[in-house]
Antibody, heavy 115, light 115 residues
């Protein structure tokens, strides 16, 4: 069974940074594109960023472009999201997602941006 | 105007059927898109249900009952998630998504109440 385990969330002050990680297992990680999707408390889903299987191409939502960086290490079966210049609008549960929409989702890691 | 619009809530009785709509913004033709559907229960991540482009191009999620099916209403420019034989366990939030301009776009979600 596909396993996606996110980590790295927590409480951070506005303007601060966090690095999220997603450890993948039980599938050929290097063969799949991956994505981050977030969900603010009580709100709907918002796509954040995607990366192709080799990492050669990355895509970002306008709301995070220039502040967030997605990356992956296929040797470590891991996906990352470096988040800088965080604001309260970034407060959300962040999910790691396999593939282009029809794949598995992790349980999420909660990011709270507050002073 | 949002790219995808979903009614915020819908109620139906056990054993009945429900049609959840995902309306695409004017100028974005539903015929050109694959519409993805996700189910999310409280405290859990979203779970892929199915994707639908046409009767010959669609995919059911692993383990998803055939009571869940997709279709399109071209006159309304909408994707449809149809659930037959509603059960109490179907009570959840349902999210639709499309790929649009190299991004994932989600609707606001519909809360389905089975009572």
């Amino acid at each position: 069974e596909v396993q996606l385990v996110e980590s790295g969330g927590g409480l951070v002050q506005p303007g601060g940074s966090l690095r999220l990680s997603c450890a993948a297992s039980e599938f050929a990680f290097s063969s799949y594109a991956m994505a981050w999707v977030r969900q603010a408390p009580g709100k709907g889903l918002q796509w954040v960023s995607s990366i192709t299987s080799t990492g050669s191409s990355t895509f970002y939502a306008d709301s995070v472009k220039g502040r967030f960086t997605i990356s992956r290490d296929n040797a470590k079966n891991s996906l990352y999201l470096q988040m800088n210049s965080l604001t309260s609008d970034d407060t959300a549960m962040y999910y790691c997602v396999k593939g282009y929409g029809s794949g598995s989702w992790g349980q999420g890691t909660l990011v709270i941006v507050s002073s | 105007q949002a790219v995808l619009t979903q009614p915020s809530s819908l109620s139906a009785s056990p054993g009945a059927s429900a049609s959840l709509t995902c309306t695409l913004r004017s100028g974005i033709n539903v015929a050109m898109y694959t519409v993805y559907w996700f189910q999310q229960k409280p405290g859990s991540p979203p779970h892929f249900l199915l994707k639908y482009k046409s009767d010959s191009d669609n995919q059911q999620g692993s383990g998803v009952p055939s009571r869940f099916s997709g279709s399109k209403d071209f006159s309304a420019n909408a994707g449809i998630l149809y659930i037959s034989g509603l059960q109490s366990e179907d009570e959840a939030d349902y999210h639709c998504m499309i790929w649009h301009s190299n991004t994932w776009v989600f609707g606001g979600g519909t809360k389905l109440t089975v009572l």
